[in-house]
Structures are given as structure tokens and as C-alpha cells.
């Protein structure tokens, strides 16, 4: 089966920072772009970040870049994302997927705020 697990969500204060980990298994991890995406309460799922299959090519949207940072372990079938100068409206359940995506697994809550 095809699995991709978020964690290392937590509770931070603005301006904190936080990393997440996308532990995959079930496929041919060095074949796929892997993305991160989020979704807040009461909002549409929005993409994040994605990092291409060898990691040279890597894209974040324009409310997270400059403060995020994607990266992968092929070795360890692995993707990262640090999360630095956290505001409240990074607030969300943080999802990874394969690009494009395909099931999806359980997220990681993120909750920035004093």
C-alpha cells in the first residue's frame, strides 16, 4: 500500500519555527515529486511546497516563500519541510502527497499563536 505520514506538528508561537517529516513507503519514493499542502478550518486545501524527484527542482507559494524550506533523504524515502517565521495564518492541518496527488493520508496539525 501506498502511505505517506506527516509529523512533528505542534503548538508554536509566531515568529517560532517547526519541521515536519513525510515518512513514505509503498512506491518508488525516487520517482515522484512529493508536495506539501494545508489546510485551514473553513478553507479550500492549498499546495505548499514541492521538491522534484531528485531534489534539484523545488517550488513554494507565494504566502510561504522565503520562511519554508522543502527537502528530501531518498535514502530515507523522506521529505522535509522547516518552517521558519511562523504566523498565525500557517495555522493548518499540514498534508504531504505525491505531485500530483493521490490518496490521501492523515495530516499533522500546525497551530501558530500566542
Known amino acids: 500500500d501506498v502511505q505517506l505520514q506527516a509529523s512533528g506538528g505542534g503548538l508554536v508561537q509566531p515568529g517560532g519555527s517547526l519541521t515536519l517529516s513525510c515518512a513514505t513507503s509503498?512506491?518508488?519514493?525516487?520517482?515522484?515529486?512529493i508536495a506539501w499542502f494545508r489546510q485551514a478550518p473553513g478553507k479550500e486545501r492549498e499546495g505548499v511546497a514541492c521538491?522534484?524527484?531528485?531534489?534539484?527542482?523545488?517550488y513554494y507559494a507565494d504566502s510561504v516563500k522565503g520562511r519554508f524550506t522543502i527537502s528530501r533523504d531518498n535514502a530515507k524515502n523522506t521529505v522535509y519541510l522547516l518552517m521558519n517565521s511562523l504566523k498565525p495564518e500557517d495555522t493548518a492541518v499540514y498534508y504531504c502527497?505525491?505531485?500530483?496527488?493521490?490518496?490521501w493520508g492523515q495530516g499533522t496539525q500546525v497551530t501558530v499563536s500566542s
Open positions: 521538491v522534484g524527484s531528485s531534489g534539484e527542482r523545488k
Open positions: 509503498g512506491f518508488i519514493f525516487d520517482d515522484y515529486a
Open positions: 502527497n505525491t505531485d500530483p496527488p493521490g490518496q
